[in-house]
């Protein structure tokens, strides 16, 4: 049996290295995924950094990938019940264990906040073996959620990648009416998808704000009708660019996607009156950030959503966008980088500094 290579942060603020380990042994119900490819997120950049609670380093990061089933013990079975077979490419969901039996789950039915959820990449560390996608091989536990990826590219669903749940969620969060006008803050990944989902959501035109400009040059070709670049235009230079693109009025729905504690002001400011605010940037502790209770919420009537997390309905619905090629057409015209397992630190400070618009991992490469 030879060994695997994955990609390791040791500790918090340490360098990825890459180690070899042994193949783990498979329990009843479960596989082994060979990797194809593997996201790098902004979330590993925390990861790396430390920023996150509650993570049991070393970890092993990759949260959302594609592969093919290498090896399954037992029976792996799709959503309707049929069995999945050796060689199949699929994509996992990265939440595993959420319990369906706590107050959560079953009185709120907020799945995403169940206390017993694991994530592959992020909580589930070195220590629960092959748990992230940045390996040759990841171990995948018994009633891990699997979705067929069957006739869609790797590369297509990867440049949703962990993006697309998450913007899924939050567009599904935002209930755009048909033909509003929806302001996107941010123009990373999230953003991106999220411009993609509004339009298709029905919005009649969407606003993109974010940096940098290769950034917005590709908020503009997902279909974006306007951008504008917050690195070089003040606030009350942004708010005055919505208002003119809005009849003065302010966008109907704003999707904050940035991570800055600003923004989630800035998204309130810029909506119009009696409109819709989901945040779902906010995935790390950046801080706290004041605002003004009469006049930027009560006074505005606004709706003020938080969005944490995805769940299956939303990789679920995510995958089947992917295997329609008309629709997936602008994520596939997005540009993606890939680097090897040996490569992993590169790819987190490309990631960290904008510079490209989606990293992958390809342990093949
Ligand atoms: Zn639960
Ligand atoms: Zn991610």
């Given at each position: 049996m030879g060994g695997v290579l994955a990609a390791v942060i040791p500790e918090p603020g340490a360098r990825v290295e890459v180690r070899e380990v042994a193949e783990p042994e498979l329990e009843e119900n479960s596989a082994l995924l060979e990797v194809e490819l593997s996201e790098v997120c902004g979330t590993d950049v925390h990861l790396q950094r430390g920023r996150l609670a509650g993570v049991p380093y070393p970890l092993v990061p990759g949260h959302v990938s594609v592969g093919r089933l290498g090896k399954i013990r037992g029976r792996m079975l799709d959503v309707e019940g049929r069995a999945f077979r050796e060689g199949d490419r699929v994509t996992f969901l990265?939440?595993?264990?959420?319990?369906?039996?706590c107050w959560q789950c079953?009185?709120?039915?907020?799945?995403?906040?169940?206390?017993?959820r694991k994530v592959y990449g992020i909580t589930y560390g070195f220590a629960d073996t092959l748990?992230?996608?940045?390996?040759?091989?990841?171990?995948?536990?018994?009633?891990t959620r699997c979705i067929s990826l069957e006739g869609v590219e790797a590369e297509t669903f990867m440049a949703g990648g962990c993006a697309l749940p998450t913007a899924l969620h939050a567009v599904e969060r935002a209930q755009i009416p048909l033909g509003a006008t929806v302001l996107v803050l941010g123009s990373g990944p999230v953003g991106l998808s999220a411009v993609i989902l509004a339009l298709m959501s029905g919005a009649l035109r969407v606003l993109c704000t974010g940096a940098p400009d290769s950034r917005l040059e590709a908020a503009r070709a997902a279909g974006a009708h306007a951008t504008l670049n917050v690195e070089t235009h003040s606030t009350d230079e942004r708010e005055e660019w919505v208002l003119a693109h809005t009849a003065g009025r302010g966008a109907d729905v704003v999707v904050e996607a940035t991570g800055a504690p600003a923004a989630v002001v800035e998204a309130m400011r810029y909506a119009r009156d009696a409109g819709t605010v989901v945040v779902v940037g906010q995935y790390t502790d950046h801080g706290e950030v004041s605002f003004n209770p009469h006049l930027d919420l009560n006074r505005k009537h606004l709706d003020v959503r938080g969005c944490w997390g995805s769940d299956f309905s939303h990789f679920y619905r995510g995958a089947q966008l992917m295997a329609d090629a008309a629709r997936a057409g602008p994520w596939s015209r997005l540009r993606l980088e890939r680097f090897g397992l040996g490569r992993a630190n590169e790819a987190l400070a490309a990631v960290a500094s904008g510079r490209v618009v989606k990293a992958l991992i390809d342990p093949r490469a």
């Open positions: 990265d939440v595993h264990r959420t319990c369906n039996a079953l009185v709120a039915k907020s799945t995403t906040r169940c206390p017993a748990a992230g996608g940045w390996a040759e091989k990841v171990y995948l536990k018994p009633a």
